[in-house]
Every structure is written in C-alpha cells, then in structure tokens.
C-alpha cells in the first residue's frame, strides 16, 4: 500500500507536470523562428500550391501560428497570399521579420511549385519570391530539411541579425 501511495504520488506531483511542462515549452518553441523543429511540418511536403488544406496547415504549424490569418491561394500562378490579421507593431517587427523568412524558407522548401508569398499586415505588405529565397539559401530548398541542416543553414542564419536586414534590402 506504501509503495503504491508512494508511486501515485511521484506520478501526480512530479513526473506529470514535468511532461505537461515539458509539452508547453514545446509548443512555445514552435512559434519562433529560431526554436522551430521543422521536422514537425514535414508531413506537409507537397508538389503543388493548390491543395488549401495542406497549405493552411502547414502556416499553423510554423512560426505566427499564434497570429489569426486568412489565405488566399493563386494556384495558377503558383502565389500564396496570407493575411494576418495582426498589425506588425503588435507583434514586433523583429520577430516578424525573421518568422517571415523562416516560413518562406520552409513553405518553399516544403511546395516545390510555390514561386511567390505574400504577407499582408495592416498597413504593411511584404512579398517573398521563390528567386529571392534561393539567392540567400540555395537553389534547391529541398536539400535543406534535414534538421542538422536546416539549424546550420536557415536558424543559424537567421539568429545573425545583418543577414535579417540584408534580407530585407533587396
């Protein structure tokens, strides 16, 4: 009966919360940029932009999946719009400005026939093209998602904060 009350109270008083702890430091970390675990969306790899619910999913599973937001999906030619329904401010522009590279990157590497996003803030529109990622991270994306590869070659990257802004002046 000791032994028992004993490992009910170990179960209950330490090595739950230590999960539950463990899970929700988790999930924070899939809402940045620099924590992601891009093997965490790879069952959204597909050939083609038009399957909606394939590309919904994978923008909530990525960092802002936190920030409400629309999509609209062109799939002749082969653009993604995403509205965000959150002001930039709001959010903090540096943290937007990296998250929105890091999903470029892992939308792109991930939809092999998507050549354009674009994100729509209030007030704010950036666009990412598929030339202007590989410029900055290789020609073939997919070759990335390797995650030794992908912390190396896009978080490693992105935690430098001239390449955010060099990024951003072209």
Not at 68 to 78: H, L, T
Not at 116 to 128: A, H, K, N, P
Request: aromatic letters at 12%.
């Amino acid at each position: 009966f000791s032994f028992g009350v004993l490992a009910f109270c170990a179960l209950q008083f330490f090595i739950i919360p230590h999960n539950n702890a463990k899970r929700e430091q988790y999930q924070a970390n899939q809402n940045d940029a620099l924590t992601h675990d891009i093997t965490s969306v790879m069952a959204y790899k597909s050939a083609y932009i038009g399957d909606n619910s394939n590309t919904c999913n994978l923008f909530w599973h990525l960092p802002l999946n936190r920030t409400p937001m629309k999509f609209q999906i062109d799939s002749s030619a082969c653009a993604l719009t995403v509205n965000y329904l959150d002001p930039v401010w709001n959010i903090g522009e540096n943290k937007v400005k990296r998250d929105l590279i890091y999903n470029s990157v892992a939308a792109m590497a991930l939809i092999d026939n998507l050549k354009q996003i674009t994100y729509e803030f209030s007030g704010d529109t950036l666009v990412f093209t598929r030339e202007q990622v590989e410029e900055h991270f290789g020609s073939n994306l997919a070759l990335l998602l390797n995650q030794q590869t992908w912390q190396e070659k896009v978080q490693g990257k992105l935690n430098e904060v001239g390449f955010v802004a060099g990024f951003y002046k072209n």
